[in-house]
């Protein structure tokens, strides 16, 4: 049963009598600030700009949110804000959601996130309000959303995340307009409600991905993007790139225009547009990819030293402007923490011939992974004859450059 007060504060808030967003205190005094804003914008967006590499109008537009809620002067009957994230996969469209959460809450998972891909068909739409009246289930209004995650509290915003909008049904879509409008969902029975009106909704969506990457498998882009990561043909072959990114930026507009209605898209504070992975971008992702490798191994007793030439053998063999980051992601476990991985699992199976003994297995670039004590291993990445290699030693190793 619920706590008296419990009902009260609910009758009060569904009969308008009390704001607890909004100012309080006699007319004319100035309105108390935003506890939920105490965060600072520019530190937190950039923190995320660290992690989410080559995207700076993104994380410009993602500090003009927060500015905003920081100062107080959003709107206290909508969410925090709302932002469509659009453009190819593997930017980090996600990923800038995730450490949002990490910068605001209490990890780059806390946070509410719906796959609208499982939202395909039309009736799913009760996923998010819960059955209607006298259906199985309306009584106990369940719906998708951790309400607790997503309301807050005065002093942690909640995060949405809606998840490649694109392939739910638009009956499902129908249904967000309430919450990108008036930040309420009321659920099909009626009787109860669940607030956004303190938290960031993002969506993003991958519509004009298929033209970009239609258009980037013609051999004349692909000899482009080749000639903009040459060092000779570099300067006047980036600028013809980067003109055709900004091309291609219509081309996710026209596509984004076309898929949602009108009064969908009003609803919203802004849409992001991310843009392609350059290779100098690539570099910087691989980079970041191999300090977590190193934040793993160091946690698992072991550190790993990279050599000169290891993160551009890796943009080379991964870098796919279509695949993104993901591609990259790939290549660096297949050659890097695969081979490393084995040789951990060798030392501590027993493999080797004594105390202080060592032996290798095989790395998928044909070099040699040495096992050692795990308790002080060093694990080395090289670029021996075209291909990387990696061994193991006892003894501490320096661990990745930043």
Not at 44 to 56: C, I, L, M, N, W
Not at 109 to 132: K, N
Not at 138 to 152: A, N
Request: hydrophobic content about 40%; proline content about 7%.
């Amino acid at each position: 049963m619920p706590f008296l007060s419990d009902r009260f504060h609910d009758q009060n808030r569904r009969d308008g009598r009390t704001d607890l967003t909004g100012p309080s205190g006699p007319p004319g005094s100035p309105a108390p600030a935003n506890r939920t804003g105490a965060f600072d914008a520019a530190a937190v967006a950039s923190a995320v700009g660290d992690r989410v590499v080559g995207q700076p109008g993104a994380v410009r537009a993602l500090r003009r949110a927060l500015v905003v809620t920081q100062a107080g002067f959003h709107d206290r009957e909508r969410p925090l804000a709302s932002m469509l994230l659009v453009g190819p996969t593997g930017v980090g469209k996600t990923e800038m959601v995730r450490r949002l959460a990490a910068q605001l809450r209490g990890g780059p998972d806390d946070l509410c996130r719906v796959d609208m891909g499982q939202l395909a068909q039309e009736h799913y739409a009760a996923s998010l309000a819960g059955s209607p009246p006298g259906y199985a289930g309306s009584r106990e209004s369940h719906s998708m959303f951790d309400r607790d995650t997503v309301e807050g509290t005065p002093y942690r915003p909640g995060i949405v995340l809606f998840d490649e909008i694109e392939k739910a049904h638009p009956v499902v879509l129908r249904a967000l307009l309430g919450v990108l409008d008036r930040g309420v969902l009321t659920l099909a029975n009626g009787e109860r409600t669940i607030s956004f009106r303190n938290a960031f909704v993002f969506l993003t969506s991958n519509l004009g991905s298929r033209d970009l990457a239609r258009r980037r498998s013609r051999p004349w882009r692909r000899f482009v993007d080749a000639a903009a990561a040459a060092p000779v043909l570099g300067p006047p072959a980036t600028r013809l790139a980067a003109g055709l990114r900004g091309r291609e930026r219509g081309t996710v507009d026209g596509a984004v225009r076309d898929f949602f209605d009108p009064e969908f898209l009003n609803r919203l504070d802004e849409v992001v547009y991310f843009t392609e992975i350059a290779p100098d971008v690539a570099e910087a992702i691989v980079a970041l990819q191999l300090r977590d490798v190193a934040a793993v191994f160091r946690r698992r007793g072991a550190e790993l030293d990279v050599g000169p030439g290891v993160v551009e053998y890796l943009v080379r063999k991964g870098f796919d402007p279509v695949l993104g980051a993901r591609g990259l992601a790939r290549v660096v476990r297949a050659s890097v923490v695969v081979p490393a991985a084995e040789a951990l699992v060798r030392h501590r199976a027993g493999s080797v011939a004594g105390p202080g003994g060592s032996g290798s297995v095989a790395g998928p670039g044909g070099g040699a992974a040495a096992n050692g004590d795990s308790g002080g291993l060093w694990v080395r990445v090289d670029v021996v004859d075209g291909a990387v290699a990696v061994a193991a030693s006892e003894g501490p190793g320096p661990s990745v450059p930043a």
